[in-house]
């Protein structure tokens, strides 16, 4: 039982990636998702979550109007899709279940982090 975030890598400036949460053992429509990520040196950041039955995402106002949270229930599968990429958003990327109407991590289940390095 676990999720698993993959997807980083090492892109320049105003580029793009689609990091994706995968579950295992267990099925991500019953909970909601967030993104986190952890620069070196910095506190842990959130990103982006979306809710399981409310319909509702939050954004950083970092990376607001430049990533996009959805899910593929049908693929258990959630996706953050960022483009115009900035060195700023180097870090390791985390997905985790968030509580339903606060972008927090609920504790319940962490993915591994995924590795996105922007720099030209």
């Known amino acids: 039982v676990q999720l698993q975030a993959f997807g980083g890598g090492l892109v320049q400036p105003g580029e793009s990636l689609r990091l994706s949460c995968a579950a295992s053992?267990?099925?991500?429509?019953?909970?909601?998702i967030g993104w986190f990520r952890q620069a070196p040196g910095k506190e842990r950041e959130k990103i982006s979550c979306i809710s399981n039955r409310a319909g509702l995402t939050y954004y950083a106002p970092s990376v607001k109007d430049r990533f996009t949270i959805s899910r593929d229930n049908a693929k258990n599968t959630v996706y953050l899709q960022m483009n115009s990429l900035k060195p700023d958003d180097t870090a390791v990327y985390y997905c985790a279940t968030t509580y339903e109407l606060l972008c927090d991590p609920d504790g319940k289940y962490w993915g591994q982090g995924t590795l996105v390095t922007v720099s030209s």
């Open positions: 053992g267990f099925t991500l429509d019953s909970y909601a």
